[in-house]
């Protein structure tokens, strides 16, 4: 699967960043249980992450199950968590094949001893590849991301560490989950909401956002292909002047 066409291969976004919204409301106009829903999004998982590794993504960053989400009804939030480690055992192989690196964000002290473990198994297994990096983001929040910073940065005051003037943009980013990542270049948002909700919201800071009416179980190669062009015809100026942009 090469870089399709209408995509210029050299300006593929390094980082995707991607909210896969729409799953309970996809399956409620069908007339089925939002499982169902989460199911078919499992399918648009795979495939994403196919794409997104043979077009040059470096790292591909989904927002899996935020800190929030704890508050759903305990079957669905049972039935998600019965996914995501049906997911990792099934795509092990396809990882290891395709030399993709599992990584996660979040606190995953907080999930099933059972779902942890074999993340941890699958992050340590996949170690060694360097294509695509598949970052899941579980029981993840971007404010309780940057309280466990801020907190570990006074610790670190306290204790002689560091200074309060070391504290600056490198330092706040080692102290976060994404710690090592580049920021995303491109974040995408489907099921046609047009918030952040919590993600990655110091990394995001300069990411390009693109939000789609696609629910994330439609959400697929031609969704795909279509938001990174859409990307790659954006200018990104980074607080500067197009004209500074480009005279380089
Ligand atoms: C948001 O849709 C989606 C989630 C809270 C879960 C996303 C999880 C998956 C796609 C499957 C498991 C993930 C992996 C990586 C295997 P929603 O339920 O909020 O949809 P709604 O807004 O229509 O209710």
Request: hydrophobic residues 40%.
């Amino acid at each position: 699967m090469p870089v399709p066409q209408s995509l210029d291969p050299s300006y593929i976004p390094r980082h995707v960043a991607i909210i896969m919204d729409g799953n309970g409301r996809w399956a409620k106009r069908q007339r089925k249980p939002r499982l169902f829903g989460h199911k078919v999004g499992v399918d648009s998982v795979q495939e994403i992450v196919e794409y997104a590794g043979e077009w040059g993504v470096e790292v591909l960053t989904l927002y899996a199950f935020s800190t929030e989400n704890w508050k759903r009804p305990a079957d669905e939030v049972g039935g998600l968590m019965g996914l995501l480690k049906n997911y990792l055992q099934q795509e092990l192989t396809r990882m290891l094949k395709n030399n993709i690196r599992l990584t996660c964000i979040g606190n995953i002290l907080k999930l099933p001893a059972d779902v942890r473990e074999t993340l941890q198994a699958t992050m340590q297994e996949t170690a060694g590849n360097d294509k695509l990096i598949l970052n899941l983001a579980l029981s993840y929040g971007g404010r309780a991301e940057l309280i466990r910073g801020i907190q570990n940065i006074a610790e670190e005051v306290c204790s002689g560490k560091l200074s309060s003037a070391d504290i600056d943009e490198k330092c706040i980013d080692s102290h976060l989950y994404t710690v090592g990542l580049p920021d995303p270049d491109l974040l995408i948002r489907t099921g046609g909401e047009a918030r952040l909700s919590n993600f990655l919201l110091w990394q995001a800071s300069y990411a390009e956002i693109y939000f789609t009416d696609i629910m994330w179980p439609d959400f697929r190669e031609e969704a795909f292909r279509n938001a990174i062009a859409e990307y790659q015809s954006r200018e990104r100026r980074f607080g500067k002047t197009s004209a500074q942009i480009k005279s380089g």
